[in-house]
């Protein structure tokens, strides 16, 4: 899993000179006997995206395919209008996508993004469908922004649905950053209450990236509950190449029954093992363990999921 940690908790972020390349990425998957079947490919180019999967009839068929234009206002507003077109498991077009997003900065230095996605019906005439307006104010290291997103109500107009407010924290002095977002949603009375909460942390050091996240949802008591937990280590290789190693917590491994208050469970290990070959590729091998039914603390020996070969075009 290919990233860099610069000023952002997103620990896995492709580096940006790559997307003014053409790069394709082949994802190849592996049966019980070991054979490798290619199963999707992926295109970029920094303006475009496109991906096809092979279908159950043996068919590499498009999936989704996109297109970004970004302009600059003399008001100096950027505007990205992004177009979605997707295809069902047939390769059939599906009613096409486009998000229009407005970036401005205020005079006080608070950024405000405004998102609207518009959804195309079955006569292909794109209606909007979602508006979000995001507003980040930054306040020494730390910033804070407060999310609204409006969807269409019963009457037709649009009805204020989902709150997000999220504060983000970045020190350069430690290499160290820290993300927590919460998601407000209306109950029955029509007053907003939150339904979701995701911590990040993130440490660098000596090239090796630290991260832990923390995933809560609502309870059947209407306060919030850790579901999830995170914890990967991302180390540099020599040839530049990144390997990651993620562990998942869950409240209940597979094959357990869930206990009331239980602490998490580790569920897999996720392991990413990448190498560049001479031609200049970058190959990635996904592999999962999983604990033992018999021993939790144990894990079984790493299974191999996918290999994904990446080539960039200058």
């Not at 900065?105 to 609207?116: K, M």
């Not at 209940?252 to 070959?277: C, D, K, V």
């Amino acid at each position: 899993m290919a990233g860099c940690m610069r000023r952002s908790l997103l620990v896995w972020l492709a580096c940006a000179a790559l997307f003014a390349q053409q790069r394709e990425s082949r994802t190849y998957v592996f049966d019980p006997n070991g054979r490798r079947t290619e199963w999707s490919v992926a295109t970029s180019n920094g303006k475009s995206t496109s991906e096809t999967i092979r279908n159950l009839n043996g068919r590499q068929v498009p999936v989704e395919r996109t297109e970004e234009r970004t302009t600059k206002r003399p008001d100096g507003t950027v505007v990205t209008e992004r177009l979605i077109r997707r295809f069902d498991a047939n390769g059939a077009p599906l009613p096409p996508e486009k998000v229009v997003t407005e970036t401005m900065q205020r005079p006080d230095g608070t950024l405000v993004e405004v998102s609207t996605v518009y959804r195309g019906d079955i006569n292909g005439s794109l209606r909007p469908a979602e508006k979000a307006v995001r507003e980040a104010r930054r306040q020494g290291e730390q910033t804070v922004s407060e999310t609204r997103i409006e969807r269409p109500s019963l009457s037709g107009g649009f009805e204020l649905q989902e709150k997000r407010s999220a504060t983000e924290m970045v020190r350069d002095s430690d290499k160290t950053a820290e993300r927590d977002e919460t998601v407000y949603v209306r109950n029955a009375n029509g007053a907003f209450v939150p339904a979701r909460r995701r911590v990040t942390r993130a440490r660098e050091s000596s090239g090796t990236v630290e991260q832990q996240v923390e995933e809560y949802e609502a309870a059947t008591s209407g306060s919030l509950r850790l579901s999830r937990q995170l914890s990967s280590v991302t180390r540099k290789n020599p040839d530049g190449t990144e390997d990651t190693v993620v562990d998942v917590y869950g409240v209940a491994a597979p094959g357990r029954t869930i206990e009331s208050g239980a602490a998490p469970q580790l569920r897999e290990r996720q392991i990413y093992t990448s190498r560049q070959s001479p031609d200049g590729s970058v190959v990635t091998v996904f592999s999962v363990q999983r604990p033992s039914l018999n021993s939790p603390r144990e894990l079984g020996r790493p299974e191999t999921v996918s290999e994904t070969v990446t080539r960039v075009k200058k």
